[in-house]
């Protein structure tokens, strides 16, 4: 089933993955700090979903936001939201592989969960060089995945809310992942997990430099909720791995 297809199922329900403590107390508050200030900066947001990084720079006070996503169901849910109560998000439906080109470039660019849906090396560069185009020179572009050196025998992330299993099936570009989110009821989707150099070789490839892999930590008030303990399995397997580069 292709990212759209399965994307099309999960529609709202997709919202509620970031109310999970693995959401919540780690990836989202990691996410917004590593990209920072983006007071008048035009964003643009690859593989947008619902539009969650959208609204939250928005609110954060960006100019121009796009969210661009594959699945129409995800943009709908996203316009819907903006609709009532409405932020000045712009949401399209856009394959990030055949993205469209814009009149002004954007000053700063995220992928989230974007790079693990193409199946090979070629569409990867694709998606890289299409991003890379669609930014200004000396852009910082931020990418959020499931980190490449993953152990699926190691400590699981399920205490924070999602499970990770092998499919059992691989692409090009690295092995195939079942990642479940733990709601009631549990929503899955299987996606590809890119090793390191996939990633390095085709952002060097499209243009971009300074690549820096950045870990997901638990921030203060996960830690003050759960105490340090409770995250110990996340510290020892991190599932998530971010990284930045510069166009």
């Excluded at 959208?54 to 609709?83: P, T, W, Y």
């Excluded at 990030?96 to 569409?123: C, H, K, M």
């Excluded at 085709?202 to 340090?228: D, H, M, N, Y």
Aim: glycine share 10%; proline share 6%.
């Amino acid at each position: 089933m292709s990212a759209q297809q399965q994307y099309d199922e999960i529609g709202e329900a997709y919202e509620g993955f970031k109310a999970l403590p693995l959401e919540q107390y780690a990836v989202v508050p990691g996410f917004l700090a590593l990209v920072g200030d983006v007071s008048g900066k035009s964003v643009l947001d690859l593989a947008s979903g619902t539009g969650f990084y959208s609204r939250e720079f928005k609110r954060r006070g960006a100019g121009d936001v796009l969210g661009i996503d594959v699945s129409g169901e995800m943009v709908a849910v996203a316009q819907g939201i903006e609709e009532r109560d409405p932020l000045g998000v712009r949401y399209e439906v856009g394959d990030a592989a055949e993205l469209r080109s814009f009149e002004e470039p954007f000053d700063i660019g995220l992928a989230v969960q974007l790079l693990n849906y193409a199946s090979d090396v070629a569409t990867t560069e694709r998606m890289c060089r299409n991003a890379h185009r669609s930014l200004k020179p000396g852009a910082e572009f931020f990418l959020l995945n499931q980190s490449p050196d993953f152990r699926f025998d190691g400590p699981t992330p399920e205490k924070y809310g999602f499970r990770s299993v092998l499919t059992g099936e691989e692409v090009e570009t690295g092995v195939q992942v079942r990642t479940t989110a733990l709601l009631d009821p549990p929503v899955s989707f299987v996606a590809n997990l890119p090793r390191r150099e996939v990633y390095e070789t085709c952002l060097k490839a499209a243009g971009f430099g300074e690549l820096t892999w950045i870990p997901v930590q638990v921030s203060q008030a996960g830690v003050r909720e759960f105490g340090a303990e409770h995250w110990a399995d996340l510290v020892a397997n991190p599932p998530l791995e971010m990284l930045r580069c510069r166009a």
